[in-house]
């Protein structure tokens, strides 16, 4: 439960303005969709369909906008995803992977090899870069909740495998196998997480300078803005003028 192992990962969040709002919808419902097949349509039943309604509720999809997206997994008439995972390196040689669903894989793999391309990267096959990750499950909540030490004791209690505190909130990691049951524990004590997901966890992050910051920044925006694309996730961190500076 070290609280020093914290990391920078640079895992993008899809876009909040109003512009936007409609593609961020159209992404989360069709997870929902594809986790409601998968599994149980029922939230209580089905981790990944639980954490995909969270991530709606936290970008204020409506409720029958998300059962609209249940239903249309339990119909015949719903479309067909492939979950696709793709991997590569970009500007600096900084190990990324992309999560997709996507209808077309012709026009994802093809669009997403260009954006590698275009960026001074390249994509791998599968495991190239996997291997430098982990694939944990984070829960977050927000900082008043719990003092620092209800959580850590909370989360161990739950089976946890780290916990880090700080201003912005809190982070529970915990293993994939692990995940459903520390996620319904917390969430039993603390309420709903304003997130809670299956993500890849770098080993280690590696410093880029402001210019090749500025690029993987740019590939990743390029990469989240595709229509197949679910989650992107990188070992790198930069620094916090440039952060600034583009605002982040």
């Known amino acids: 439960m070290a609280g ?9 969040r899809k876009g909040r303005q109003d512009a936007q709002k409609s593609k961020l ?6 997870e929902i969709t ?10 209580a039943m089905n981790a990944r369909l639980r954490a995909a309604i969270i991530s709606a509720r936290q970008e204020n ?8 997206a249940i239903k249309k997994a339990i119909g015949s008439d719903g479309e067909n995803y492939d979950e696709i995972r793709y991997e590569g390196y970009g500007p600096g040689g900084v190990a990324v ?8 894989r012709n026009r994802a793999a093809s669009d997403i090899r260009s954006y590698f391309t275009k960026s001074g990267g390249n994509l791998g096959e599968t495991g190239s870069v996997a291997f430098m990750f982990d694939r944990t499950g984070i829960i977050e909540f927000d900082q008043g909740v719990a003092s620092d030490d209800a959580m850590l004791d909370a989360a161990i209690e739950a089976g946890a495998d780290d916990v880090i505190s700080s201003e912005s909130g809190h982070e529970i990691y915990a293993s994939q196998e692990s995940f459903r049951e520390v996620a319904k524990a917390l969430e039993a004590k603390f309420g709903e997480p304003r997130k809670a997901a299956l993500s890849w966890k770098p080993h280690n992050t590696v410093a880029v300078d402001d210019e090749t910051g500025e690029k993987l920044l740019k590939l990743i925006d390029l990469l989240s803005e595709h229509d197949d694309v679910q989650n992107v996730f990188a070992n790198f961190e930069v620094s916090d003028a440039l952060m600034a500076k583009l605002g982040g």
């Open 4 to 12: 020093h192992s914290q990391f920078k990962n640079i895992m993008h």
């Open 25 to 30: 919808f159209g992404k989360l419902a069709r």
């Open 34 to 43: 594809v986790a409601a097949k998968m599994g149980q349509p029922d939230p």
């Open 61 to 68: 999809m409506s409720k029958d906008s998300i059962e609209r």
């Open 97 to 104: 992977i992309v999560e997709a669903l996507t209808d077309n």
